[in-house]
Structure formats: C-alpha cells, structure tokens
C-alpha cells in the first residue's frame, strides 16, 4: 500500500475518502502495516541472532542499500525505509553501512561505519540486505558469507537472492521479510 515513494499518497487519499463520506479504514490500515515493517524486521533479526545465539544489542550488523530504492539507481536517501531500520538499531556504533552510490561522508552523517562491501561482510554477525541494487547481483554471495562470524544472520529483505542457495550454509541464518 504504498511503498516509501507513496507514503504520503494513502493519507492523501484518505482525506479525499473522508471529504466524500467514504470507508477509509482498510487504506489506512494497509499503510499502517508498512509503516511498521521495520519494527518487525528488527524483531526478525533479533530471533534469528538470539538463534545463532547472539544479542542484538552486542552484534556486528551490516546494512547493505541506503539508497530510497537501488534499482532504477539512485543516491536518494529522503525517505528511504532503511533509514528507518536503522533507526530501530540498538546501538549505531556497532553498524556498519555499505551502499554502492550514496557518498561515504553522507553515510557517515547517519551516525554508522562506512564499510565496502566486503568490509561490511567481514566480522559481521548479521548483514540485512535493504534494497536492490543491480551491482548486488554480480556479488560472490558464498565468499562474502564466508566473511561472516559463524553462525551468522543474513536477511535480504528484497529477495535479491535464492533463499535456498543461503541455506545451503548450515551456519549461516536466513531470513526475508514475508518468509521465514
């Protein structure tokens, strides 16, 4: 119901809804699931790292994608979802960021480690994949997990990648947002 780039429209046509004595329960509650995706992927990743027998709020955690969207490309980061995963992150010193296009010292404004993207792989106990960038796909997924500290998380919340091939690694955690 309206990804980041339409988070005002639903509201918008609520009121118009409004204006002309119409139901606007189910738009607004459809938004209201969007809005609380990232609580809910930071619950994800807090049971899966509980699972690898990790606390969140002792992990390394990487965030790959910044940028509002990846693919058509973009440095945009004005209402871009990640930021409000990031904001549910317990503890920015323990975050590093990777995004292939967004400037470092506008990364670093967030409060987080700017990483490339081995960097971000290497010694993290999580890596949560939030957006599509087409450089993602010519990614060595099996080396950039063997970076990891074991058992480690990994959530792409973009289904960029084939769940099965990551669960081929027993110490490695899987997880997507709308599956496991």
Known sequence: MGGPCLSKDPYILASVFKQQQLETDLL??????NEKAPILLKEKLRRLLADAGKDINAANISLIGMAFKGEPETSDLRDSTSLWVLEQMPDKSKISVYD???????IRA???????LEGAFTNADAVVILNNH??????????????????????DTWNNFNPLQIKQHNDVLYGGLGNN
């Open 100 to 106: 292939p296009i967004i400037k470092e010292e506008d």
């Open 28 to 33: 607004l509650a459809c938004r209201t699931v």
């Open 134 to 155: 087409k450089s993602y796909s010519n990614m060595n997924l099996t080396k950039m997990l063997s970076l990891m500290n074991k058992p480690a998380v990994f959530i």
């Open 110 to 116: 967030l409060g987080v480690q700017v990483k490339t």
